[in-house]
T-cell receptor, first 111, second 114 residues
Framework: RKEVEQDPGPFNVPEGATVAFNCTYS??????FFWYRQDCRKEPKLLMS???SGNEDGRFTAQLNRASQYISLLIRDSKLSDSATYLC????????????FGKGTKLSVIP | SAVISQKPSRDICQRGTSLTIQCQVD?????MFWYRQQPGQSLTLIAT?????????ESGFVIDKFPISRPNLTFSTLTVSNMSPEDSSIYLC???????????FGSGTRLTVV
């Protein structure tokens, strides 16, 4: 039973396109949510935290819907350097601090 | 955010041997986490290492196979014992940046068991 499910990839998009990733989580006790980026053969790096009110960081917008247990990431004006695997992550907090990772969605931005 | 130095970055080991992976953090942290990422898969938590107490292992992982040390608040080791080819994976350590601010990962150890 997967606790964090993501869109199956890969996503191949042209430069300048807008791309959206979706993610659902099954543990209603999850308290914190993140999007991580993982380049090939590298460690995951935090892209952004996800808040109920939604948050934006430049070309990236993250949304959280607790009622639907749904998280999204929108990337506008895609750059070649955005090519990576994007991991949806939930944290149960409450003393456990366990992160649950989605399997990731691979994005390839094409010239 | 914390900076983690993890080593070795990669190793090729014979089956039946053991490898110890080290993580050094540039600041004191209460908990350190050890993950495994098998080829084509996402990250799976192995154990949580607390300073001054036994590590807490997740289901499917046992201390005899993955002994962990946490001698102080900036350092931890994970040993992969009696290795088999199924242990070939990337192993990563991680620390929490701050509540709701996510986690930082070491650069990973790519282990191949032959």
């Amino acid at each position: 039973r997967k606790e964090v499910e993501q869109d199956p990839g890969p996503f191949n998009v042209p430069e300048g396109a807008t791309v959206a990733f979706n993610c659902t989580y099954s543990n209603s006790a999850s308290q914190s949510f993140f999007w991580y980026r993982q380049d090939c053969r590298k460690e995951p790096k935090l892209l952004m935290s996800v808040y109920s009110s939604g948050n934006e960081d430049g070309r990236f917008t993250a949304q959280l819907n607790r009622a639907s247990q749904y998280i999204s990431l929108l990337i506008r004006d895609s750059k070649l350097s955005d090519s990576a695997t994007y991991l949806c992550v939930s944290s149960s907090g409450a003393g456990s601090y366990q992160l649950t990772f989605g399997k990731g969605t691979k994005l390839s931005v094409i010239p | 955010s914390a900076v983690i130095s993890q080593k070795p970055s990669r190793d090729i080991c014979q089956r039946g041997t053991s490898l110890t992976i080290q993580c050094q953090v540039d600041s004191q942290v209460t908990m350190m986490f050890w993950y495994r990422q098998q080829p084509g898969q996402s990250l799976t938590l192995i154990a949580t290492a607390n300073q001054g107490s036994e590590a807490t292992y997740e289901s499917g992982f046992v201390i005899d196979k993955f002994p962990i040390s946490r001698p102080n608040l900036t350092f931890s080791t994970l040993t992969v014992s009696n290795m088999s080819p199924e242990d070939s994976s990337i192993y990563l350590c991680s620390v929490e940046v701050g509540t709701h601010y996510g986690y930082t990962f070491g650069s990973g150890t790519r282990l191949t068991v032959v």
